[in-house]
């Protein structure tokens, strides 16, 4: 639907077919949405086990995290079927940048959503916020338009969100077959920030769970 | 002081719970809308010890009961033993598997069978999911639930519920096992069970930490009771002493409210 909205309607004019630009970004973005929208309440409603049972409370966002990566590499053969009948082809640079592009959506994941689930216990509503507060994110990434579309001044504001960076990642990597390097530096600094955050409120508020459920 | 050989070491110990009239803001919100009022009124809070001051050892292998009234701090002592909240000052060592029956129901979530969470509760305490799945026969059998710990587990009735909690938390193998009044909602014969399996595992050395208003059971379970009393522990000794004093203290009690 927002394929043919966008293709039909704005008449978005790419170098590679616009359905592989869209899914490119689509596709990782959705784990990442998917994986803050589940597991923000994570600890909140898991009252149950969190007061009986002793257990490092970290696998619960984790386990959303990792669950909707796997969803997400399982659906890459379908992004390589159909960039095999573009002109395009994959190459073994894949074999090196998914592996790299994933462990750093996995840390940015983590660090975000132990903040957000942690949060989430004393603040029950922050889980509908992030609802918000995601889908405006998504419309400042370039995700359903490519970053060379944005105006030339424009484009250093886009590249302060340290998601577009990681997007741009994924694309490129998928189109032209090219290995993340330091245009990847935004999204770097935001994952470590992100596990340093997340990672002391998780251990400051920790303790508190059981008692706040 | 040395805890090492101790599987169970409290040392100087006190739990604070903060009290206030105002019940704190859950969500952002309420807490925007309400600012003014957040920033005064939820201030005045007062503290409740739930605990003070707790110094406890209980040796490897060793049968401690709890005893004592309605919210002398009994629950929140095992809860802070099976770290499942963190005591506000004092240190606490561990040394084990510790397996807890805390009140209704171990940690089931009731829209999955009862053998997914057999297995989970498992799994959270250490097991492998190998281990987790090879003790499911033992606690179908130890339950007596058959078919039905395939059945979610919102349908289960309270005893269905006791009876796969204490199956689970005495088939993790545990070396530290914590018991608080659970055993009450069985009937007498799932309850001899019980009790003659935590006979069995005392006798394997397991540690057994029991909170129980059923006196004679402390009596028979135990090497050694204390009585908690408003957080405080005003008794530590043999089980018939301990006892005694506890049941003494109540028949007072009883004499002087028919007087008055």
Redesign the interface.
Known sequence: MLFVALKTFIRIETENPYYLVLLTGLFPWIWFQTSILLAAPSFAHNG????????PRFVLPLSTVVNNGVHFILSLPILVLLILFSDSRPSVNWLLGIPVLTVVQLGMLMGVVLLVASLDV?????EH?VEVFLSLWFYVTPIIYPLDLVPDKWQPFILINPLASLIEGWRSLFLENALPGLELWPALLFTVAALVVGGGVFRRLE?GF??AL | MHCDEDAICLEAVSKRYLLSFHRPPQDIKTAILHLPSVLTHSRARWPFWALSDINLRVRKGESLGIIGPNGSGKSTMLRIIARITPPTTGKLAVQGRISAQLELGAGFHPQISGRDNAILNGVLLGLSLKEAREMIPGIIAFSELGDFIDQPMRTYSSGMYVRLGFAVAVHVRPEILLVDEVLAVGDAEFQDKCFAHIEKLRAQGVTIVLVSHDLPAVKRFSDRVILLEQGRITADDKPDVVLHEYVSRLSLLSRVMTQA
């Open positions: 149950a086990l969190i007061k009986k049972i002793h257990f004393f603040f029950r509503d922050l916020l303790g059981a008692d």
